[in-house]
């Protein structure tokens, strides 16, 4: 009687390695990267008004939930759209009185300016409080 030893192979069917984490799925991107284009598409008002509004929110509103930072700046960009939305009708009310046509050049300027510098700064991972804005979200 012969017995013969057989090797045993690794099944084929075996689960893949785990992957890498994704950043919270900030669809591919740090944290940081992801808030500063958050801050940066606000800009997109100048482009395409609507989406200047909309995708701000929409970014936040998907991630939110995923990663506090991401929430933080969501919060600040939302404050600072809100205020910006109650200064220019502000300027509008007074721009049948001549001061609105300066405080409503004064909102398009900080409407460009602000984005700018809080992306910047997300960049750093930095949360910069935008000026004069209301807090709304807390």
Request: aromatic residues 4%; hydrophobic residues 50%; neutral net charge.
């Given at each position: 009687m012969t017995v013969t030893l057989e090797k045993k192979s690794?099944?084929?069917?075996?689960?893949?390695?785990?992957?890498?984490?994704?950043?919270?799925?900030l669809f591919g991107m740090e944290p940081n990267?992801?808030?500063?284009?958050?801050?940066?598409?606000q800009l997109l008002v100048f482009a395409v008004p609507v989406?200047?509004?909309?995708?701000?929110?929409?970014?936040?509103a998907?991630?939110?939930?995923?990663?506090?930072?991401?929430?933080?700046?969501?919060?600040?960009?939302l404050n600072w759209l809100l205020s910006e939305l109650v200064y220019t009708v502000a300027s509008i009310v007074l721009a049948f009185v001549f001061i609105g046509v300066?405080?409503?050049?004064?909102?398009?300027?900080?409407?460009?300016i602000f984005p700018?510098?809080?992306?910047?700064k997300a960049k750093d991972g930095i949360l910069w409080q935008y000026p004069l804005t209301i807090p709304f979200f807390k």
């Open positions: 690794a099944p084929l069917n075996q689960p893949p390695p785990p992957m890498p984490p994704s950043n919270n799925d990267t992801y808030c500063m284009l958050l801050h940066l598409s989406f200047g509004l909309v995708v701000p929110i929409v970014l936040w998907l991630n939110k939930d995923k990663n506090p930072m991401v929430d933080a700046h969501g919060k600040m960009v300066l405080t409503l050049l004064a909102v398009v300027a900080l409407a460009m700018i510098i809080g992306g910047i």
